[in-house]
């Protein structure tokens, strides 16, 4: 089955740690994007791929990084320099760039301790 | 912020009524989405409707596009307790790559 998925589901991190969650998808996309959501808010971009070995910074991209060295790949590293980590991270993909239809991962909790 | 905007914040109704969202963007875009997410959940694509177009429907959705006013409407006929989710409305900005999402509605739909 096409799709793509996130691990893990639930993460607990604590303070001062770096995290990294994972994101794959085998829809042969080359756009992928990851988005914060925190409780009852819309989704801010935090990094978008257009394709690979190459990304840019979405709105609120500070203590976060990510890579694209595979085009099924799209891992997001949480930093320590993120003040406020705690919030729901969803991975999307498209075709191409914006403005196509995007397919979501199932989103990893990630909780500070 | 370029986000867009859905009014009401949350909605409650009945099993069987109508249920209406709306949308407002702020500059010119080249399509409007409209995706709705389940708690918890990823989201899922619902329909697209290009700046071109007025009006589009899926099912019992109909999504309508004022791109005078700046704004869509998503309508779900015949609501039913499995629509209870969230819906959230992205906008593709002309000359923009990114997806710009909105805060979303909240609708409930009781049994």
């Known amino acids: 089955d096409g799709g793509i998925t996130q691990s893990p589901k639930y993460l607990f991190r604590k303070e001062g740690q770096n995290v990294t969650l994972s994101c794959e998808q085998n829809?042969?996309?080359?756009?992928m994007y990851w988005y914060r959501q925190d409780p009852g808010q819309g989704l801010r971009l935090i990094y978008y791929s257009q394709i690979v070995n190459d990304f840019q910074k979405g709105d609120i991209a500070e203590g976060y990084s990510v890579s694209r060295e595979k085009k099924e790949s799209f891992p997001l590293t949480v930093t320590s320099a993120q003040k406020n980590p705690t919030a729901f991270y969803l991975c999307?993909?498209?075709?191409?760039?914006?403005?196509?239809?995007?397919?979501f991962g199932q989103g990893t909790r990630l909780t500070v301790v | 912020s370029q986000q867009g905007e859905e009014d009401p914040q949350a909605l409650s109704i009945q099993e069987g009524e109508n249920a209406t969202m709306n949308c407002s963007y702020k500059?010119?875009?080249?399509?409007l989405q409209w995706y709705r997410q389940n708690s918890g959940r990823g989201l899922v694509h619902l329909i697209l409707?290009?700046?071109?177009?007025r009006e589009k429907h899926s099912g019992r959705l109909r999504v309508t596009l004022d791109t005078s006013k700046k704004s869509s409407s998503l309508l779900i006929t015949a609501s039913r307790a499995a629509d209870t989710a969230s819906y959230f409305c992205a906008t593709d900005y002309t000359g923009g790559f990114k997806t710009i999402f909105g805060a979303g509605t909240r609708l409930f739909v009781k049994a």
């Open positions: 500059t010119s875009i080249n399509n």
């Open positions: 409707i290009r700046s071109n177009e």
């Open positions: 999307a993909s498209s075709i191409t760039g914006g403005g196509t239809e995007a397919f």
């Open positions: 829809l042969n996309h080359d756009a």
